[in-house]
């Protein structure tokens, strides 16, 4: 029998796949049987994610890349091109910002543009000359709840997910003739090294009561684990999903819709 969720032949490029939801996307492919292509600002982080699929026996190659550098981006997808095909893109490097409108400095907001509109802008636009060659492709944004509904304090943030999501109905609209699907996955909040770091940022010694306080914001009562978001995007990536496109996935612990406060 042949196995389900295969991506066997294909290559995969995961855009902070160093830590996070980049890392469990990453390792989860590459048990999944692609050539993993890890792109991240942090070489030593996404070095020790390649690690970690090679012990395992599978495949993987990092790529240091500041995803809002234009050039640098068309460049390392040139020579991953020239290599292999571009099969799937995951658009998952990105950065948060805390605040209202107020809060949100001129260069909170530039920075967060930098890197979560631009930063998919610039990886879509050069991997879809190669999925057009190919006769296919998938390529998944890493959206957010954010982008749906309105989160106290996450103005800058919001707006950039917001992007996002419409962007990812407007790849999917211009190329679904050249049989390359774009979907997006929105989480709700999920237990990752960002989340930690918030936390013990900026509640030192109060870290397990701001964590149950923060975990029970999700009606299910508990955030996200990495794993979970990486098992969907596995689903959307395989040729099971091959009659969804244009379509954005909530991954939220029943917080849009069960949540009324």
């Not at 390649?50 to 050039?71: M, P, R, S, W, Y």
């Not at 770091?197 to 870290?207: D, T």
Request: proline share 3%; charged share 20%; with cysteine.
């Amino acid at each position: 029998m042949n196995a389900k969720f295969s991506l066997k032949n294909k290559t995969a490029i995961i855009t902070g796949g160093g830590s996070g939801i980049g890392k469990a996307i990453a390792t989860t492919f590459a048990q999944h049987g692609a050539l993993v292509q890890i792109l991240d600002s942090d070489i030593n982080s996404a070095k020790a994610t390649q690690e970690e699929i090679l012990a395992l026996g599978f495949l993987a190659q990092v790529h240091q890349c500041d995803v809002k550098n234009t050039t640098q981006v068309h460049e390392i997808i040139q020579k991953i091109g020239k290599d292999t095909t571009i099969d799937i893109l995951i658009n998952n490097a990105g950065i948060a910002h805390v605040g209202t409108i107020e809060q949100c400095e001129e260069e909170d907001l530039d920075r967060l543009y930098a890197v979560n509109i631009k930063g998919v802008y610039n990886c879509a636009r050069a991997v879809l000359p190669f999925m057009k060659k190919n006769k296919g492709g998938v390529i998944i944004n890493m959206a957010s709840i954010a982008s749906s509904v309105g989160i106290p304090d996450r103005f800058a943030y919001s707006m950039t997910k917001g992007a996002v999501l419409t962007m990812t109905y407007s790849i999917a609209r211009d190329y679904v003739e050249d049989q390359i699907r774009c979907n997006c996955i929105a989480p709700a909040r999920v237990h990752t090294p960002f989340v930690d770091g918030f936390i013990k940022k900026n509640y030192p010694g109060n870290e397990a009561a701001i964590f149950a306080k923060l975990s029970k914001t999700q009606p299910i009562g508990r955030m996200g684990q990495p794993q979970e978001i990486a098992d969907l995007a596995l689903y959307l990536c395989s040729d099971e999903a091959r009659f969804i496109t244009g379509s954005n996935f909530p991954i939220d612990g029943g917080y849009i819709t069960l949540n009324s406060k």
